[in-house]
């Protein structure tokens, strides 16, 4: 079935440092979400964005964590500056409506 | 708030065993109802949801899961387990309120081990 890709599958980044995460979402979908899932623990909700918006994010979506989808391309989450908490596996997925979401593989973050 | 309980966090059954795995969950309005699978180092895989009517749904692979609306539960049950059902499942409630707001919350999931 169709998929929703991320890239990269890992990345290591000095603390302090800026770090993009891709995502690419299913074509004809039209609602984005990233999710965060610290080793061995649950998913949590990060932020949600619908037309070309925020429309909800939760108290994890620090003020350093930004969204955007530019021109219909890669949904991305920007991280500026890390920290060291901000380490582990990023999951990006997208629904065409409601919540049948298609997740990706996540993107493994470590920030050192 | 929605939330989600599961209280195992890790099961294990034998081969060829029945399965049950406990998820309770929390919200005021009419929940929708998700069970997901994920294998090492793999995203989620939808097992199968619940959004209205029969009770009782069917997913992949066999399993299946039942709403019960007084007990807030919606355990997943397969009848015999294979070794490659060995991942942890999350159970997951969406709010889904007629908005652009279609966010799921998740229990802290079950590690499931089959053993020969």
Redesign the interface.
């Known amino acids: 079935g169709p998929k929703?890709l991320q890239i990269p599958s890992h990345q290591i980044i000095d603390m302090g440092q800026m770090v993009t995460l891709n995502c690419d979402p299913v074509s004809n979908h039209l609602?984005f979400?990233w999710?965060k899932q610290i080793l061995g623990?649950?998913?949590?909700?990060l932020v949600?964005f619908?037309?070309g918006k925020v429309?909800?994010k939760s108290k994890l979506f620090k003020d350093q964590f930004s969204v955007e989808r530019p021109d219909g391309s890669y949904f991305t989450l920007k991280i500026q500056p890390t920290a060291l908490e901000d380490s582990a596996v990023y999951?990006c997925a997208s629904?065409l409506?409601?919540?049948?979401?298609t997740?990706?593989?996540?993107t493994r973050l470590l920030v050192i | 708030a929605q939330s989600v309980t599961q209280p195992d966090a890790r099961v294990t059954v034998s081969e060829g065993a029945s399965l049950q795995l406990r998820c309770k969950y929390s919200y005021s309005g009419t929940p929708y109802l998700f069970w997901y699978v994920q294998y090492p180092r793999q995203g989620l895989q939808l097992l199968l949801k619940y959004y209205s009517g029969d009770p009782v749904v069917q997913g992949v692979n066999g399993f299946e899961a039942e709403f019960i609306k007084s007990n807030s539960s919606f355990h997943l049950r397969k009848a015999s387990v294979h070794w490659s059902d060995s991942a942890v499942y999350f159970c997951a409630v969406s709010a889904d309120s007629g908005g652009s707001n279609y966010k799921l919350t998740f229990g802290k999931g079950t590690l499931l081990t089959v053993t020969p």
């Open positions: 929703v609602y979400y999710y623990q649950q998913m949590e909700f949600n619908y037309n429309m909800e999951f629904s409506q409601g919540s049948d979401y997740f990706g593989s996540g």
